[in-house]
Antibody, heavy 117, light 107 residues
Framework: EVQMVQSGGGLVQPGGSLRLSCAGSGFTFTSSWMSWVRQAPGKGLEWVANIKQDGSEKFYVDSVKGRFTVSRDNAKNSLYLQMNSLRAEDTAVYYC??????????WGQGTLVTVSS | EIVMTQSPATLSVSPGERATLSCRASQSVSINLAWYQQKPGQAPRLLIYGASTRATGIPARFSGSGSGTDFTLTISSLQSEDFAVYYCQQYNNWPYTFGQGTKLEIK
């Protein structure tokens, strides 16, 4: 069974930092693009970042460029999102996603990030 | 950036009836279109990809159609568990973009 188990998240002050983690199992992690998608409270879905199988390519939505960094550790089947200079508008549930068949096919349970003083 | 527009925003349908949800892209995305279902408090679930291919485990009452800029998700006979929010997403061009969602509610 494919599983994506997320950790991290929580309450952070504006300007602060947070690191999200996601551990994958039940599939070949090294063969999958991995992504982060977020959902602000009561809002729709927004793609945030993704990373190629070997980590050689990374893409970000404009609003997080220069502040967020996506990375992966294939030896640990893990995906990370380092979030710096956080803003109130970054408040959202963040989902990690494995693209096993090429789309956003396997989602983690989500983790809430709240940016507030 | 490709803008995805879903209609209607809310659709009220009775159980057992057919529901038809629409998604339009601001430019052609070929058949690189996916549909997701999201229930309250849960992560989205992939239903359809390639515009018309059902994901693993998705019941046959869900079907997708379309290509280019206009797409449709049809649920042939609504079950109680189908009432949720549905999102379309294009994956033809970066950034991959989602529609704003259609809430399917019980009439």
């Amino acid at each position: 069974e494919v599983q994506m188990v997320q950790s991290g998240g929580g309450l952070v002050q504006p300007g602060g930092s947070l690191r999200l983690s996601c551990a994958g199992s039940g599939f070949t992690f090294t063969s999958s693009w991995m992504s982060w998608v977020r959902q602000a409270p009561g809002k729709g879905l927004e793609w945030v970042a993704n990373i190629k199988q070997d980590g050689s390519e990374k893409f970000y939505v404009d609003s997080v460029k220069g502040r967020f960094t996506v990375s992966r550790d294939n030896a640990k089947n893990s995906l990370y999102l380092q979030m710096n200079s956080l803003r109130a508008e970054d408040t959202a549930v963040y989902y990690c996603i494995a693209s096993i068949i090429g789309v956003f096919d396997s989602w983690g349970q989500g983790t809430l990030v709240t940016v507030s003083s | 950036e490709i803008v995805m527009t879903q209609s209607p925003a809310t659709l009220s349908v009775s159980p057992g009836e057919r529901a038809t949800l629409s998604c339009r892209a601001s430019q052609s995305v070929s058949i690189n279109l996916a549909w997701y279902q999201q229930k309250p408090g849960q992560a989205p679930r992939l239903l359809i990809y390639g515009a018309s291919t059902r994901a693993t485990g998705i019941p046959a009452r869900f079907s997708g159609s379309g290509s280019g800029t206009d797409f449709t998700l049809t649920i042939s006979s609504l079950q109680s568990e189908d009432f949720a929010v549905y999102y379309c997403q294009q994956y033809n061009n970066w950034p991959y973009t989602f529609g704003q969602g259609t809430k399917l509610e019980i009439k």
